[in-house]
């Protein structure tokens, strides 16, 4: 599976950016997806995470209300619509997939196999 995502830039406190990961490799509808981020000098943290149908959707608290994962699988394609930002959400932005469901939890990075190579949002305040 190869991830490339896509979307990430500079935008305003308050404003919003939509984020694409196209995949492409294996039959996207699948497996679940997710979006990770990494801030300079912290650890990755989970974002958000869709199944393989799109029906079931979960989401970290720091995010909930404010971001959007959704997929289209006709696309091989998920996002991450983020609306209301924070300057404390500037990072790198990753998607990753879950081709194998270790069962470590989907909150977990160790839970996803592949990984999309990262893009920079940055929040001004």
């Known amino acids: 599976v190869q991830l490339q995502a896509s979307g990430g830039g500079l935008v305003q406190a308050g404003g919003s950016l939509k984020l694409s990961c196209v995949a492409s490799g294996r039959t996207f509808s699948s497996y679940g997806m997710g979006w990770f981020r990494q801030a300079a000098g912290k650890e990755r943290e989970f974002i958000a995470r869709?199944?393989?149908?799109?029906?079931?959707?979960l989401y970290a608290d720091s995010i909930k209300g404010r971001f959007t994962i959704t997929r289209d699988n006709a696309k091989n394609t998920v996002y991450l619509q983020m609306d209301s930002l924070k300057p404390e959400d500037t990072a790198v932005y990753y998607c990753?997939?879950?081709?194998?469901?270790?069962?470590?939890?989907?909150?977990?990075?160790?839970?996803?196999?592949?990984w999309g190579q990262g893009t920079q949002v940055t929040v001004s305040s």
């Open positions: 869709i199944s393989w149908r799109g029906g079931s959707t």
């Open positions: 990753a997939a879950d081709t194998r469901s270790y069962g470590l939890g989907p909150g977990s990075e160790y839970e996803y196999d592949y």
